[in-house]
């Protein structure tokens, strides 16, 4: 009883704040009139928070710099959380996760009654991690994101290549390539330059754009490539079967490269695991035949 205590302390303070968050809000105006609109449905973590986020958020954005929200913004364009937090959230979902790494820390303790200093301080080292563990999510998911668009953008630019061929104006080869793109990051990335484009945006600004959210050297390539064909009036269609072509000789040395990774990858394992296995099986019958013919007894009966 008394081990599950603290646990229950800790998951009623956190109720109990959730729900106060949550009454603070205010109710003036309609759902459909709050700033959540632009949002993508959030994560459910991310649902849980939402009454903490939205009620500090404010505050926090009130003390950020120009720079400091920039920097934020692009570390959430990059990895494809632009539409689920503001850059004034993750200040606070930082602070929130160091307030919990604490209480997970003081439960701890708590539970295993742990008042050795070594202890205590390896129970501190978990403030720390809480706090940046926001920021590792984000550059995980980045990392992510990043290898997912550039296995799928030589086939959007085939795609392109081929509907420029068949006569359609760039923009119009743009979309039939996002629709045959399946879900991912390229197909996100390129959906949102169709829509800055439709809102208003110049298609040079939202290529711009694009470039500075990805923040990958082919796609800044292709930018450049698509902006010099606009001011040289060069021909798009062989600039993109270009742009093409070298991104598909990309992804094959790629594929390349981490196909030579591989015997080194699996030597640790082929050493740790298999060959350990493999001479116990080979020579367990050996040794019980020595034991059994009197070889191997050293030490007299």
Sequence with gaps: ??????????????????????ALQPRACPPSMRDDAWRDRLPLVLRALRPLLRRYARSVAATMTASQREVLQS??????????????????LRRLACAGGLLMAFYVMWLLDLRDPLY????????????????????????????SFEKEFPFFLDVVVLAMRAGLTFAAAVEQAVE????????????????????????RAALDRLAARVMIPAVTSFVA??????????????????????????????AEKMASR????????????????????????????????????????
């Design 180 to 203: 045959q793109l399946r879900a991912g990051a390229a197909r996100e990335e390129f959906a949102r330059y169709l829509r800055e484009t439709r809102a208003g945006v110049t298609r």
């Design 1 to 22: 009883m008394g081990a599950w205590m603290p646990a229950g302390l800790v998951g009623g303070a956190c109720v109990l704040v959730l729900l106060w968050a949550r």
């Design 75 to 92: 570390r959430l364009d990059a990895a494809g959380a632009s539409y689920w937090i503001t850059p004034a959230e993750l200040v606070v």
């Design 262 to 301: 591989a015997p080194v990858k699996m030597l640790f394992p082929l050493i740790a695991l298999l060959f350990p296995t493999t001479f116990i099986i080979l020579g367990f019958p050996i040794v019980m035949q020595l034991v059994e013919a009197g070889v191997l007894d050293i030490f007299p009966r």
């Design 120 to 147: 205590i301080g390896l129970a501190a080292c978990l403030v720390p991690f809480a706090y940046c563990y926001p920021d590792i999510w984000l550059r995980d998911a980045r990392e992510r994101r990043r290898a």
């Design 225 to 254: 490539s698509v902006t010099q064909a606009e001011e040289t009036g060069a021909s798009l269609g062989d600039v993109l079967a270009d742009q093409a072509r070298q991104r598909r000789q990309e992804r094959f040395v790629r």
